[in-house]
């Protein structure tokens, strides 16, 4: 009930857009920490809080530590537990470049998906992906693609944007068609 609690008062404090322009976002990682100490296994908020807390509180390294903490305490077999440590690979990546920490996350990820039939096809996406950033460590088409599921996923749309930009900056397009759904255009490489 207190992460609950923790996570309808993190979107609320989130969605306070006056207020945050006056005072900030330096309460996000505090409440990631309340939800990881009280309810680790609550997936569903760390869909939200983690890439906020990176993005806007500009603290992925605290981020990290409470996706990791939340891990040690989650089961494998939880649907979408996987997740997790494609947010923490996400971190760790695009905000740390560790790209060696990053393909470790998104081996756990894929191990993890690989429990569930249903996410089977994932954990297959994100071997691929872990292997592709040990050969390639400097490569932006990691970095767009974890940009692209930024977009894909958050309902916000400050978020959206910042990730448009990204994608944009590192060298990828955006296109948007008329049922809303989003396609990611990768630069070419060398």
Do not use: C
Request: proline share 7%; aromatic share 10%.
């Amino acid at each position: 009930m207190v992460a609950n609690w923790a996570y309808l008062r993190s979107l609320q404090y989130f969605g306070d857009k006056p207020a945050r322009r006056e005072t900030g976002y330096s309460l996000l990682p505090k409440y990631l920490e309340v939800i990881a100490k009280q309810d680790p296994q609550f997936i569903q908020a760390y869909r939200f809080i983690a890439p906020v807390s990176s993005i806007y509180a500009g603290r992925p390294q605290e981020t990290i530590h409470w996706l990791e903490r939340a891990l040690e305490e989650m089961s494998p077999e939880a649907p979408l537990a996987y997740v997790v440590w494609v947010h923490k690979a996400h971190d760790e990546l695009l905000f740390l470049g560790d790209a060696q920490a990053a393909s470790k996350s998104y081996k756990m990820a894929a191990e993890w998906a690989s429990k569930n039939p249903d996410t089977e096809r994932n954990a297959n996406s994100l071997r691929r992906t872990a292997e592709f950033i040990e050969e390639n460590p400097t490569s932006p088409i990691p970095k767009i693609g974890s940009w692209g599921m930024v977009l894909r996923h958050t309902p916000d749309q400050e978020v959206q944007e910042i990730a448009i930009e990204n994608i944009q900056e590192l060298g990828g397009d955006v296109i948007v068609d008329e049922q809303g759904r989003v396609q990611i255009e990768f630069p070419e490489e060398d």
